[in-house]
């Protein structure tokens, strides 16, 4: 089945400065990745997905790049602010099968 | 938030009782799953339902038990609760299969 593998664990960062999360999956037919976040005591809440016919998608400062041969997605947040302070969960999964989650990363914004 | 629910939303419990957590959805979606939520492990699948009365069972089904009578709700049951089981539970639903699930506000269980 799919594993999904998720760096750093944590991630401090000054505001204003940009945050790399990294993500690699294990099954090659995956075609969906999701990215989750959640503030502390509240529920999961997606802020960015991509399918496997994109390479990259952009909301306002958040991005997400997609590596198929490689088999790893990456979350970009830019110009961070302290709002941006949560836990980031990845995700993949495929038709036929259930969504995998990475263990997370908190990030820290410092302002 | 979408229109979805779990009760109850803390629980403190003694081993050896049984336990049911409800989720209630208003979204007529097709999915519901059953996640748990740990320190370094993120969110693992217990159960889902893609239908009523059709699940199957997730990477951590062991001491659980689901049963969807109805398109709104979908009910998770720890037959004979342990330590182990002291967890935040959430709910998900999802319109489409691989598309974004949206999850209801959780339920901390404490099983002493």
């Known amino acids: 089945g799919e594993n999904v593998e998720q760096h750093p664990s944590t991630l401090s960062v000054q505001e204003g400065d940009s945050a790399v999360i990294k993500c690699t999956y294990s099954d090659s037919a995956s075609n969906y990745f999701p990215w989750y976040k959640q503030e502390l005591g509240k529920r999961p809440q997606l802020i960015i997905d991509i399918r496997s016919n994109v390479g990259e998608k952009k909301d306002q400062r958040i991005a997400v790049t997609l590596n198929k041969t490689a088999k790893h997605f990456s979350l970009h947040i830019t110009e961070t602010q302290p709002e941006d302070s949560a836990v980031y969960f990845c995700a993949a999964i495929r038709g036929g099968n259930k969504l995998v989650f990475g263990a997370g990363t908190i990030l820290r914004v410092k302002s | 938030d979408a229109g979805i629910t779990q009760s109850p939303r803390h629980k403190v419990t003694e081993t050896g009782t049984p336990v049911t957590l409800r989720c209630h959805q208003t979204?007529?979606?097709?999915?519901m799953y059953w996640y748990r939520q740990d320190p370094g492990h993120g969110l693992r699948l217990i159960h889902y339902s893609y239908g009523v009365k059709d699940t199957d069972k997730g990477e951590v089904s062991d001491g659980y038990s689901v049963s969807r009578s109805k398109t709104e709700d979908f009910l998770l049951t720890l037959e004979s609760a342990t330590s182990s089981q002291t967890s935040v539970y959430f709910c998900?639903?999802?319109?489409?299969?691989?598309?974004?699930?949206?999850f209801g506000p959780g339920t901390r269980l404490t099983v002493l």
């Open positions: 979204e007529n979606h097709r999915y």
């Open positions: 998900a639903i999802s319109e489409y299969e691989v598309n974004e699930q949206f």
